[in-house]
């Protein structure tokens, strides 16, 4: 999805004698997705990348689902998940299907003992509160408020805060993550009329050669159950790589809104899309600029779609008791949209600073038992008083 990117030293020619200082080889790795036959990067290594030392017994984290089946708009308390130090335990399945999990997580310590492969699921971490720094094998990508960090299936990474107050919404997608087929031409290049640019892609930097031996913990995420796996070198030991298959960054600050003389209708937002769902950043903005324009949103029902809001900041004009971190299902085809009274507040007026994350999943959500210790009951009949 990101462009042809290299960092650190590389052969003149592929799958070719590449010869350390003192006279080794490197070890050439081939990153593919798809059956080899889409995004691929070509890495080289101090040390081959198969000295595996040890593997622990596998243990499960499957996402306890409580409500399977739901038809009822729900709203959620994100940041009543309790913080907690460990960053792979911090991580708090919400709501699920077989496409997707939702997760929520308000790690307080840097991951110092352990790196991390999710080998099931691409990732979009959303970092809602903190800082810090996204360590790949591919090199650093330094990280804030609003970013999401895009990294591919099979990454091993670790991440370091800067502080212990974290707020992340984190997609896990078992399909790629791509930006939106009609923003891309056939070359891969963003297109004039999409909402970002090249320019706003932050791609690793800084790679970091480790010629280390020793016992490096790596934890591996497949099929809901963790893997325990130690290796004899350190797995950010590259010398070099290029190639299309990286972590990389975009900033919800960076997209920039399309607004019109009506009201644009949610596809106007989006940022990704994977199988059977899609994402979407609702940010400042200009409201609309017809006469008679109506800014609150008209009720819809999207027949197809679980629509899951998750408010980041800002006020949010259409919708009342909205706090920070707070989650909004609306499960599809039930028409929802301005609370009471929101609607006549809204004309006249001419501009939001809202700031949110939309993911509309094609297929049904469900709820982990976590999503029910955090619910505001009653959601549903907030549309009733004036
Ligand atoms: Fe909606």
Redesign the pocket.
């Known amino acids: 999805m990101p462009h042809y990117h290299k960092l650190g030293k590389i052969p003149s020619k592929r799958h070719t004698q590449f010869r350390k200082p003192d006279g080794g080889l490197y070890a050439e790795q081939l990153v593919s997705t798809e059956g080899f036959s889409d995004l691929y990067s070509l890495t080289y290594h101090v040390h081959p990348p198969t000295k595996v030392l040890d593997i622990e017994d596998s243990y499960s984290i499957a996402p306890e689902v409580a409500i399977e089946k739901n038809l009822q708009h729900r709203s959620f308390q994100g940041f009543n998940i309790k913080p907690e130090a460990d960053y792979l335990k911090s991580r708090v399945p919400v709501l699920v299907n077989n496409d997707l999990y939702l997760e929520l997580a308000a790690p307080t310590k840097s991951m110092d003992d352990y790196f991390f492969k999710n080998s099931q699921a691409t990732e979009v971490i959303f970092v809602h509160e903190g800082e810090g720094t996204l360590r790949t094998m591919y090199g650093n990508i330094d990280f804030g408020y609003g970013d999401h960090l895009v990294i591919p299936r099979g990454i091993i990474y670790k991440i370091d805060f800067k502080t212990e107050k974290n707020r992340l919404f984190i997609i896990e997608s078992f399909s790629y993550v791509r930006f939106p087929k009609r923003y891309v031409n056939q070359a891969g290049q963003l297109l004039e009329h999409a909402p970002f640019y090249e320019r706003d892609i932050r791609k690793p930097e800084n790679l970091e050669t480790h010629d280390e031996k020793g016992d490096f913990k790596v934890l591996i995420k497949r099929e809901n159950r963790i893997w325990p796996y130690h290796y004899q070198t350190h797995p950010f030991d590259l010398i070099g790589w290029d190639g299309y298959h990286y972590p990389f960054a975009f900033s919800i600050h960076e997209f920039e809104p399309i607004t019109g003389r009506l009201h644009q209708p949610?596809p106007v937002h989006q940022t990704f899309e994977g199988h059977n769902y899609v994402m979407c950043a609702f940010v400042p903005r200009l409201y609309d600029y017809h006469p008679k324009a109506i800014p609150a949103?008209y009720n819809?029902s999207?027949v197809d779609s679980d629509?899951v809001?998750y408010y980041v900041d800002g006020d949010f004009m259409s919708r009342k008791n909205v706090t920070r971190g707070m989650i909004?299902l609306?499960p599809t085809g039930i028409p929802?949209?301005p609370h009471p009274g929101t609607v006549e507040k809204s004309i006249g007026k001419k501009e939001t600073k809202e700031l949110a994350v939309?993911v509309d999943t094609f297929k049904p959500l469900s709820l982990t038992k976590q999503a029910l210790e955090i619910e505001d009951e009653g959601y549903f009949r907030t549309w009733l008083e004036e």
């Open positions: 949610p949103p819809h999207n629509e809001l909004s609306h929802h949209g939309m």
